[in-house]
């Protein structure tokens, strides 16, 4: 079964609305840890929000917030007044437990930003 | 400061050759992940090592092996190549095991023919 099971390959969007990316994840450990990507054409993943199974609050970082429903098991990715520079892939991924750095990674969202 | 390097950034290589790829961690960071994406698909975890001991290790082949130096920097070697191994490589680093920001470099373009 999909740990991480994001449903749109691509969206596009036009400049300043908000846009909201899909995920869903599938584990049986109390622990884990969610996190989004983004990864530009140059290929490198970048960092832009996390959030903590035991997090009471949904995770905000600048115009990022996550949508967290954990009796949903979702944990969507909200991005306010889109910008161009915010077209790329980006990727919903999953830690469970916190011994290691194992993250399990959706097969992505192609976002597209229209001006 | 200098983040997440890696080399080379492209390589070419034949069927059934060897080849190392490099991965040197931001300064202080302990913790080295490899991660293999595919065209088209989310990266997948190969190893991580901490402290110079693998703790972690993914779904691939013996083919594909890694070590971590007294410095913190990697190596990831893969033996025998197929056509499937052409992928962007990924490293990336943290502080120490199981903090949840990992901060990847820009990754290594291996391309098997």
């Known amino acids: 079964a999909q740990k991480i099971t994001q449903t749109q390959p691509g969206m596009f969007v036009q400049e300043k609305e908000a846009v909201t990316l899909d995920c869903t994840y599938d584990?049986?450990?109390?622990?884990?840890?969610l996190f989004w990507y983004k990864q530009p054409s140059s290929g490198e993943m970048i960092f832009l929000i996390y959030?903590?199974?035991?997090?009471?609050q949904n995770a905000t970082e600048g115009r990022y917030s996550l949508n967290f429903q954990k009796a949903r098991k979702s944990a969507n990715l909200v991005i306010s007044a889109s910008q161009l520079g915010d077209s790329a892939m980006y990727f919903c991924?999953?830690?469970?437990?916190?011994?290691?750095?194992?993250?399990?990674f959706g097969k992505g969202t192609r976002l597209h930003i229209l001006p | 400061d200098a983040g997440v390097t890696q080399s080379p950034t492209h390589l070419i290589k034949t069927r059934g050759q060897h080849v190392t790829l490099r991965c040197s961690p931001i300064?202080?960071?302990?913790?080295v992940s490899w991660y293999q994406q595919v065209l088209g698909q989310g990266p997948q975890f190969i190893f991580q090592?901490?402290?110079?001991?693998?703790?972690g290790r993914g779904n691939f082949p013996d083919r594909f092996s890694a070590r971590q130096f007294p410095n913190y920097s990697s190596e990831l070697n893969v033996n025998a190549l197929l056509l499937g191994d052409s992928a962007l490589y990924l490293c990336?680093?943290?502080?120490?095991?199981?903090?949840?920001?990992?901060?990847f470099g820009p990754g290594t373009r291996l391309t098997v023919t």
């Open positions: 990336a680093s943290s502080v120490l095991a199981g903090l949840y920001e990992q901060y």
């Open positions: 090592y901490y402290e110079k001991e693998e703790r």
């Open positions: 584990t049986s450990d109390p622990s884990y840890g």
């Open positions: 300064s202080g960071h302990k913790s």
């Open positions: 991924a999953m830690r469970e437990g916190s011994r290691d750095d194992k993250i399990i």
């Open positions: 959030q903590g199974s035991y997090d009471q």
